[in-house]
């Protein structure tokens, strides 16, 4: 049994963290003052950057904000950027949670808005982190995963070895999310034959070939040099590994970012923007779709990494699982799992994806992670415009 | 070494592979090529130009030109059905 905080909606988070949110890069500055003294406290930065309005963007930002593991928010804005700030703070008054926005311009500058925001988070802080804890089961987790930094050895050791803890969560009647389109091209017929019906199993082939024509215009597969220099030839040859955290189970349901998965299962997470191509890279790095994983709910992520990821997020802990077996013994401060020891012969494959799981649990129960203990609390949001989910994506 | 499934036409190297050495797989000798750093791939079997590579049973590219049994499997000689592999121009993996 875990420990967990119960918010208004029901839903619980394994964290409690008040995040700090600039609405345009106008505001970071001051927003990142503000959290600066506390970040060691429960207090991360989060942000957009844009100026020009955009509905993607403002319902990340609703859903990270009134996130299971969030317990407060301190809104940071200019004053003259796009961004529907009231709308965001109404949604987060609306759940509960205690919220402010400053307005640089309306409070005198940088340096009153950075007093004004350090002392409502002085205010604040203290009452939240005396928010109880309460009981909670692994049917109440959702848990999202990612590979980044990927190698040859990502597909023969972590990715699997996630894939049998994926396996173990639904079993035990968790949510869990895998992604991204643009690296499961190639597995649009293996990901349909495990649809939980054939509709649902020609949307999945649908998000694959979006993604697919999506890179072609942009004339880049989701394939970086290190991915090649560590043995990958191809993205369908990526791909392969990729699918592997994916596990065994059915494939319940496809979510779009921000849509909370409706019951427990394995849904895929389609990252890839719908309509002509319009800003760019469906996820410019890593992180961008790790948000989109914690805006689905997710209150624990899963990395799988060979050449050697550093990151951790804001918002939710990152447990890095890592693949290769020499870039373990470089980076071992970095690494969670040492999945490496399947290549081996020192540990299998069921060993380690049990070792995953109850991993998993532990860090539910608060234990920080490699890369929250080193202060990791990467964020990033950019452009992105969806439609809908099609009617046969979410179980009924 | 490792073939993931009996009909693959390339295998991977669990550990450094050197020039000249040669390994078995599934009872057959195999001189390697080159060296094959772990996790790389090398040809199981003689690979024509066009042939489909096989890993996992799955499709992860076309050679672009034949491939003798033991030769290093990469961007050199292998290219994906899908989207172009982007590599640094001053980074070729041949010359690993």
Redesign the interface.
């Given at each position: 049994m875990l420990q967990g905080y119960l918010r208004a909606d029901g839903r619980k988070g394994v964290r409690n963290v008040l995040v700090v949110a600039y609405l345009v890069e106008c505001a970071h500055h001051v927003a990142r003052e503000i959290a600066t003294p506390y970040r060691e406290g429960g207090v991360h930065l989060i942000g957009f950057p844009g100026c020009y309005p955009n509905p993607y963007s403002l319902g990340m930002m609703e859903k990270l904000c009134t996130h299971p593991n969030v317990g407060g928010a301190l809104l940071v804005s200019l004053g003259c950027e796009g961004f529907d700030k009231r709308r965001l703070a109404r949604t987060i008054e609306a759940s509960g949670r205690p919220v402010l926005t400053i307005g640089i311009q309306d409070t005198g500058g940088t340096r009153r808005a950075i007093a004004a925001g350090r002392d409502w988070i002085g205010e604040t802080l203290p009452e939240m982190l005396r928010h109880p804890t309460v009981p909670m089961g692994i049917d109440e987790l959702t848990v999202g995963t990612i590979c980044g930094g990927s190698?040859?050895?990502s597909?023969?050791t972590a990715n699997p070895a996630m894939g049998v803890a994926f396996d173990l969560l639904v079993a035990e009647g968790a949510k869990t999310i895998f992604e991204e389109t643009g690296e499961l091209?190639?597995m649009e017929h293996?990901m349909a034959a495990r649809a939980a019906n054939p509709a649902l199993g020609e949307e999945l082939k649908r998000s694959v070939a979006k993604a697919?024509t999506y890179?072609?215009t942009l004339g880049?597969?989701s394939?970086?040099?290190g991915n090649?220099?560590?043995?990958l030839?191809?993205?369908?040859?990526k791909s392969?590994g990729a699918y592997a955290k994916s596990g065994q189970s059915t494939i319940d349901g496809i979510v779009k970012p921000g849509v909370v998965p409706p019951r427990k299962g394995l849904y895929l997470l389609d990252v890839v923007p719908d309509g002509e191509v319009r800003f760019g890279f469906p996820n410019i790095n890593d992180n961008a779709e790790i948000a989109e994983l914690i805006a689905c709910g997710s209150q624990v992520i899963l990395f799988s990494t060979?050449r050697g990821s550093v990151v951790g997020s804001a918002i939710a802990p990152v447990i890095k699982v890592c693949a290769?077996p020499?870039t373990y013994k470089r980076m071992e401060d970095d690494m969670d799992v040492d999945a490496g020891r399947i290549?081996e012969g020192r540990a299998t494959l069921p060993e380690v994806g049990r070792e995953i799981y109850d991993l998993v649990q532990r860090v539910g129960n608060g234990e920080p992670t490699k890369s929250e203990a080193l202060g990791h609390q990467e964020f990033i949001l950019t452009y992105k415009s969806f439609e809908p989910l099609g009617p046969a994506c979410l179980p009924v | 070494m490792m073939r993931l499934s009996p009909r693959d036409n390339v295998a991977v190297a669990l550990r450094p592979l050197k020039s000249g050495e040669t390994v078995t797989l599934d009872g057959a000798t195999i001189k390697i090529g080159r060296h094959i750093a772990v996790g790389h791939k090398f040809a199981a079997r003689a690979i024509d130009k066009g042939e489909i590579i096989l890993k996992y049973n799955c499709p992860i590219g076309t050679a672009i030109s034949r491939i003798a049994p033991g030769e290093y499997v990469h961007t050199h000689n292998v290219e994906s059905n899908y989207l172009p592999t982007y590599q640094l121009p001053d980074n070729p993996n041949e010359a690993k």
């Open positions: 190698d040859a050895t597909g023969l091209i190639g293996l697919a890179y072609a880049y597969a394939f970086a040099p090649a220099d560590g043995g030839t191809t993205i369908e040859e392969l060979g290769n020499d290549l | -």
